[in-house]
């Protein structure tokens, strides 16, 4: 099922091309999100219900659902359900307040004080997906650090069910994040209306979320057009499974097609030190992909997706660490000695019992994560993702003795005389 190559007998361009996903190289993914977003720039709201009854096939009366219809909904699942949304809450409360840190004030020099204070973003807009599966659990990855952040206004876009509506269990996370309002608005054109404001939807500052090739898109044109910034490039999702003797295939393969199931075009890699292994996790594969409910967004994933065969456990993480994994699963009795050797991993997965999907869930981390690579410069969403770090500093008289000579020595060497006479006025006064 899965095509196997040798880690050994992959030359540089072979390894780069194995390794690179989610590529546009006709710019056809990038044309028509940029139509998108010209399109809701000019024709504001206009535009977005036209892109609801074109891409979602629902005719919308307007585009945002308010505090009562959020409570009709969310009314509509039972109990057991409810509780499983707030434990979920819970432990990423519980994770993601330990982030929240006081940095003490430094004295660099005598009588001179510097330190860093925290401030929320204002405005931030979550997008949360509603393609072939609605993903509660991304607002509560968003809302969450959002609200602990300290953010004012938190602004929510999901593309709307074929009912006009969201489902009751993003209802049910909305008033456990006490946010009253969610837009009916999904793909490039949210992103494009919360980079840009339309009549219903507010500008926002920072814009969070994952989704598919055109979301992912749309993020990286609109940070360079609109003076906002994003989380982080986070497209189609990927797991990355490295496996040897001890692992169970079972295990392996469920694992696989936990992230096989998001889409055709999520990525799901073995790496594993044995052929023996590889052989096993297939046939585990066709046996857990026939009873799957996604059985054909799963299969077609898997087509596209690969195992690679190492020599040992070194060999797969120096594979890994190129691959830059979203997840990344240590499907070993080994796991602990490899943990200092990952260096590029969104969100890693330690030991057999620790499957991705606990932490997609209700572990406490975040699921918000690099994509394509980009977990070799990106971290994944936390608390700081919603704030600004400002630097602030105090000098003396004392202070701007011992520092004065130096800043006047710097800045005469530079060239700039005013910025040398800014310490020189207030020595000699």
């Not at 910034?229 to 694992?255: C, R």
């Not at 797969?316 to 991993?345: C, K």
Request: net charge negative; hydrophobic share 40%.
């Amino acid at each position: 099922m899965l095509k196997t190559f040798e880690y050994a007998k992959l030359n540089s361009i072979e390894l780069q091309e194995l390794t690179t996903r989610n590529t546009d190289p006709s710019h056809a993914i990038q044309d028509t999100v940029l139509d998108i977003i010209q399109e809701v720039r000019q024709n504001g709201d206009k535009a977005l219900i036209s892109y609801a009854q074109q891409f979602d096939k629902v005719e919308l009366e307007k585009l945002y659902l308010d505090a009562n219809d959020i409570d009709v909904l969310a009314s509509t699942i039972n109990r057991e359900q409810q509780r499983a949304l707030e434990i979920a809450f819970q432990n990423i409360h519980k994770f993601h307040s330990s982030q929240v840190k006081r940095e003490r004030v430094v004295e660099t020099t005598i009588g001179v004080k510097c330190w860093r204070e925290i401030r929320p973003i204002e405005k931030v807009g979550l997008y949360i997906p509603g393609g072939s599966a609605v993903l509660p659990s991304t607002l509560l990855m968003l809302g969450v650090p959002a609200r602990i952040a300290g953010c004012k206004e938190i602004i929510v876009c999901s593309p709307p069910q074929k009912s006009g509506k969201i489902n009751g269990f993003v209802a049910y996370c909305l008033k456990l994040l006490k946010i009253e309002r969610i837009y009916l608005v999904g793909g490039a054109q949210a992103i494009a209306a919360m980079a840009f404001g339309s009549e219903t939807i507010p500008k926002v500052d920072k814009i969070f979320g994952p989704g598919n090739q055109f979301v992912t898109k749309a993020k990286s044109i609109v940070q360079g057009m609109a003076n906002v910034s994003i989380d982080m490039p986070a497209g189609p999702s990927e797991v990355l499974v490295i496996a040897d003797e001890t692992a169970t295939p079972a295990y392996v393969a469920a694992d696989l097609l936990a992230q096989a199931e998001h889409g055709t075009d999520s990525q799901a890699v073995l790496v594993a030190t044995s052929k023996d292994i590889i052989e096993a996790v297939n046939l585990e594969l066709e046996k857990q992909l026939a009873i799957l409910p996604r059985f054909e967004l799963a299969s077609k994933a898997i087509e596209n997706s690969y195992a690679v065969l190492a020599t040992d456990l070194n060999e797969a993480l120096a594979f890994s660490n190129y691959y830059a994994p979203e997840h990344l699963i240590l499907e070993t009795d080994q796991w602990e000695r490899l943990v200092r050797l990952i260096l590029n991993a969104g969100s890693v997965f330690l030991g057999h019992l620790t499957p991705e999907s606990a932490g997609d869930y209700a572990s406490g981390t975040n699921h918000t994560l690099p994509t394509s690579g980009y977990a070799r410069s990106y971290s994944g969403v936390s608390v700081d993702s919603f704030v600004k770090k400002i630097t602030f500093q105090h000098i003396s008289q004392e202070g701007l003795l011992n520092i004065g000579s130096t800043v006047e020595i710097l800045a005469e060497l530079e060239g700039l005389h005013a910025h040398k006479n800014a310490v020189t006025i207030r020595k000699e006064n």
